[in-house]
C-alpha cells in the first residue's frame, strides 16, 4: 500500500474512533435515560406504550448534554491509551503545538465572526426549515448554562479539532492534495454533526477551520476559533437574534471582513509570539 493509501486508512481510523467515542456516549446515555423513565412510571408500566415513549424520549433529549461530555471523555482516553501503547507523545501525534497569544486571539475573533454571520444565515431561512433544525437541537439549546459551557463550549471543540484536525485533516494532507485534504476532512465534519442545516454550516466552519490549521499548524488555535464559535452561540445566541436583521447582517458583514483583513495583513500567525496584533479594523 502507499503512502497515500495508509494515510487515508489512518484518517478512516479515527474518524472510526470518534464515531465510537459518539455511540459508546449515546448509548450509556440511553441506558441512563430508559432506568430514568422506568422510575418515574415504576416497574408495571409497558415500554411500548406512547406515554413511556414520549417520556423516554424528552429524557434522552434532556441528557443530550451529558452525552458530549462522556463521548468526549471516551474517546479522549482512547487515544491517550492508544499513543501511550505506540509510545507517542499525544501533544505530537495531535498537534497541540504551541502559538502566541495573537494566534489564539485572532483565531477566536474568526470564530465569533463566522458565528454571528452563520445566525444572520439561519434567520433568513423558512420558519419550515428551523422548525426541524429547532427540534434537533433542543437538547443542546435547553441545557443549563453550566452543562451547556461544560459540554458544547469546552468538550466538543477539543474533542472535535483533536479528531478532524489534528489527526483527520493532518493525516490526509500527507497523502493526497491538501485542496482534497480540506474538502474531505470538512465535509466528514459536517457530516459528523447528522442534521441537514447542521451539515452545511459545520462543512463551512470546517474549511475556515482547515485554513487557520495550515495558518498556524497547531489545534491550539482552531480549538480557540471553534470554540468562541460555540461560546458565541451559547452566551450570546439570544441576544445575537433579538437584534433587528439589518443590523445583526451589518454587524456580521464588519466582523467577517475585519477577520479576513486581519488574517490576510497579520504576519507570523502562527509563531510563539506575545506581541500585540496592532491594526486600523475591528478589534477581533
Given at each position: ?22 455511540l ?7 441506558i ?94 423558512p ?17 443549563t448554562l ?38 474531505v ?66 454587524i ?33
Open positions: 500500500m502507499g503512502k497515500a493509501g495508509k494515510q487515508i486508512l489512518r484518517a478512516a481510523g479515527y474518524a472510526g474512533v470518534y464515531i465510537g467515542g459518539q459508546a456516549g449515546g448509548m450509556i446515555s440511553s441512563v435515560a430508559s432506568a430514568k423513565t422506568v422510575m418515574q412510571f415504576g416497574k408495571d408500566v409497558k415500554p411500548t406504550s406512547e406515554e413511556f415513549k414520549a417520556a423516554y424520549m424528552e429524557n434522552v433529549q434532556g441528557m443530550t448534554g451529558i452525552m458530549v461530555a462522556i463521548a468526549a471523555v471516551i474517546t479522549l482516553a482512547f487515544l491517550a491509551i492508544f499513543f501511550l501503547i505506540r509510545k507517542e507523545k499525544i501533544s505530537e501525534a495531535i498537534n497541540f503545538k504551541k502559538v502566541g497569544i495573537k494566534a489564539i486571539g485572532i483565531s477566536a475573533g474568526v470564530g465569533v465572526a463566522l458565528n454571528v454571520a452563520t445566525i444572520a444565515v439561519l434567520r433568513t431561512l420558519d419550515s426549515i428551523i422548525a426541524g433544525y429547532a427540534e434537533s437541537s433542543g437538547g443542546l439549546m435547553n441545557q453550566g452543562l451547556a459551557l461544560i459540554s458544547t463550549v469546552i468538550a466538543a471543540p477539543i474533542v472535535e479539532e483533536i479528531i478532524f484536525r489534528g489527526l483527520i485533516y493532518d493525516r490526509l494532507k500527507k497523502g493526497v492534495p491538501t485542496v482534497v485534504a480540506v474538502i476532512s470538512s465535509l466528514a465534519f459536517g457530516l459528523a454533526h447528522g442534521q441537514p442545516l447542521w451539515i452545511c454550516y459545520t462543512t463551512v466552519m470546517g474549511l475556515v477551520l482547515a485554513v487557520i490549521y495550515n495558518r498556524t499548524n497547531s489545534i491550539r488555535a482552531t480549538i480557540a476559533a471553534h470554540l468562541a464559535y460555540n461560546f458565541t452561540s451559547v452566551v450570546l445566541g439570544e441576544v445575537i437574534i433579538g437584534l433587528p436583521i439589518a443590523v445583526h447582517f451589518a456580521a458583514a464588519v466582523l467577517v471582513a475585519a477577520s479576513i483583513v486581519v488574517y490576510v495583513k497579520t504576519k507570523g500567525i502562527g509563531e510563539e509570539s506575545n506581541t500585540e496584533v496592532k491594526v486600523s479594523t475591528v478589534a477581533v
